[in-house]
């Protein structure tokens, strides 16, 4: 796996990354409580599974008409979505809770939206974490169809029209991820990553292949079985499924990462960005609607991307209490910390950055 060093000359930079750990962790101690989720996390994980699920039980078990039925289905999006931010998300960086066969149960939820944890872990835990913004080190910047979200990446005529075309795209997120995995899957086989990992190939790609099955099976399968809705009326509940939980995620995650004010770097030709690894962190993500308590429950703190690429391994259920810490300790290096005060900011930023991106520097 290609990888990039983090150097820099100026002893600021170092101190940065050990002052605001030393900020943030004396928090915990002074309030005696644990990094990891509380009761609060168990609960929202109840709900969040219950939202995607239910509607689901009721579809197969309560007679319902076509516009029950859809209802019922955007529902299962909503919650599809919640699962991937709120629960998934914080179990597969180990912060869920202090035990890890705990994590690892609430990490397997991504099995319940089709996909895979050892792909996620990989894509996302690894290479975006440790190389955020770096085009060709970073996949979840990388172009994404018809979607240039890097300066760096190479630009076509169409995407002028970006900005306005997006979101259509982003609705096919987790339909293009069930159709992507295998490739995904065999490409880290190939490179060597998954016996880097201490994984063996063979058995992640069967796993991925029998869950895919039965994720399927169960999703499509069962509701052609159980139900009166013919095979194609099933098939289009399973897609407004998909596109509501993708058009929540993507838009939720590329409004913290590609908006003004993150920086979008590239290694020199030894393979160094000349900034330490907090530091790059800082610049190359940001904060937004900090206090709106219902974006902070209900997307899994990914509203706090400052504070999470600096912690991944702390619950976001912290955030909003850590956040003030490293905005402070930013402050005092020099260091702009890029936060959108609101939703609607961070919306239109994204907004302009796509339309940025469309054209030529």
Not at 2 to 19: H, L, M, N, R, W
Not at 80 to 87: H, R
Not at 174 to 183: E, F, G, P, V
Not at 281 to 308: C, M, P, V
Request: aromatic residues 14%; hydrophobic residues 45%; contains cysteine.
């Amino acid at each position: 796996m290609k990888t990039v060093k983090f150097i820099s000359t100026d002893p600021a930079q170092k101190q940065f990354g050990a002052e605001v750990r030393k900020n943030v962790y004396a928090y915990f101690k002074e309030q005696g409580i644990s990094t990891k989720g509380n009761a609060a996390m168990f609960l929202k994980a109840v709900i969040m599974l219950t939202l995607y699920v239910a509607p689901f039980v009721i579809i197969l078990t309560v007679p319902v008409n076509a516009l029950g039925a859809i209802l019922l289905v955007i529902l299962m999006g909503i919650g599809a979505a919640g699962v991937g931010m709120s629960v998934m998300h914080d179990a597969a960086h180990g912060a869920f809770s202090k035990k890890k066969w705990v994590n690892t149960l609430f990490a397997s939820s991504i099995n319940l939206l089709g996909t895979n944890t050892f792909n996620w872990m990989v894509q996302h835990n690894i290479k975006h974490h440790t190389f955020t913004h770096i085009y060709g080190f970073d996949p979840d910047i990388d172009t994404k169809a018809v979607i240039r979200l890097n300066k760096h990446a190479p630009l076509k005529k169409y995407h002028r029209a970006q900005y306005i075309y997006a979101y259509f795209f982003y609705g096919l997120m987790t339909i293009a991820r069930l159709a992507a995995d295998l490739n995904q899957l065999k490409g880290y086989n190939r490179e060597g990553i998954t016996r880097g990992q201490g994984r063996s190939p063979v058995k992640e790609m069967l796993r991925m292949i029998v869950t895919k099955i039965i994720f399927f099976g169960i999703l499509i399968g069962l509701p052609i079985w159980f139900t009166d809705f013919t095979w194609w009326q099933v098939l289009i509940g399973f897609c407004i499924v998909q596109v509501v939980s993708g058009m929540i995620m993507s838009t939720i995650f590329q409004m913290a990462h590609v908006v003004k004010g993150n920086y979008q770097v590239l290694p020199d030709n030894a393979g160094v960005v000349n900034n330490e690894w907090a530091v790059h962190e800082l610049k190359t993500t940001s904060d937004f609607a900090r206090y709106n308590y219902f974006l902070n429950w209900y997307i899994g703190g990914l509203n706090f991307q400052i504070e999470h690429h600096l912690f991944p391994n702390v619950c976001h259920i912290h955030y909003p209490k850590i956040a003030p810490i490293v905005e402070q300790t930013a402050e005092q290096f020099g260091y702009r910390y890029n936060l959108k005060p609101s939703f609607s900011d961070a919306f239109v930023s994204h907004v302009q950055m796509l339309k940025m991106l469309g054209r030529a520097a």
